[in-house]
């Protein structure tokens, strides 16, 4: 669930035996939930020949006991937290709104949100102040900041939630400054945004499209928007389904 840690405690970490472990596995790894991808200059026969000596064995569903699938939705609650720490020197912040999932009409455009705000580091300072060479609006803004370290947006879409925001980090004294910008510019940006700036994004993404490079990579890229167009078309037909009955 959002909010817990991803690997759980270390108690229940410990706990875990092989046994667990294998009924999690044939719990989850069944024919119909995996997709097999295979890219490049490949051999088709050749993959379903590998694919059905090294899966042909799994089962098409999961047993009765592990069908079970959790019907609670994510409860989105607005809050703040603070932790201090007088013996530390600089400042961590997060401002984080909720957000579309990955199944959601508007995850695209959260994508190109997120290239957006885009990420800031103290080493482009010099640069950003140079009219000639930058005119993003947010690293403006944090330049004029000498302490603000890093800034980094971060969109994390899941099935059925997702959360969307920048986190902070520099000196003590620009912690208002940090703050203000997570809060502000979400806004700003509803009221306006300039052409140039959407252009960058747009051109943000592409060039993170053409360097994927390694296989494995590629493959994940690939399985992710398939999985999406599989279960998209999947919910489409149930309700096509459903209105007629």
Known sequence: ????????????????????????????????????????????SE????????????????????????????NYIPG???????????????????????MHEDYYSFLLLERLFGNYTAEQRDQVLDVKKNSHLIHKYLARYPGVIKQQAIYAPYKD?????????????ATKAMTGCGLRYPTKFSDYIDSQEIWRAKQKIFSELTAIDSTSDTMQ????????RIIGSTNTLLEAKSSKK
């Open 80 to 102: 703040m937290v603070l932790l201090r720490d007088d013996e530390l020197e600089n400042s961590s912040i997060g401002v984080f709104y909720r957000a579309p999932s990955w």
């Open 1 to 44: 669930m959002m909010g817990y840690p991803i690997l759980g405690n270390k108690n229940n970490i410990m706990a875990v035996n092989r046994d667990m472990i294998a009924k999690f596995r044939e719990n989850n790894y069944y024919g119909n939930n995996m997709v097999i991808i295979g890219t490049g200059e490949v051999n088709h």
């Open 47 to 74: 993959v379903v020949k590998l694919a059905e000596t090294h899966f042909g064995h799994c089962n098409a569903l999961p047993p009765a006991e592990g069908s079970w699938k959790g019907s609670t939705q994510p």
């Open 161 to 173: 939630c997702g959360v969307f925001g920048n986190y902070f980090h520099g000196k003590e004294a």
């Open 221 to 228: 890229n690939i399985v992710s928007y398939l999985v999406i």
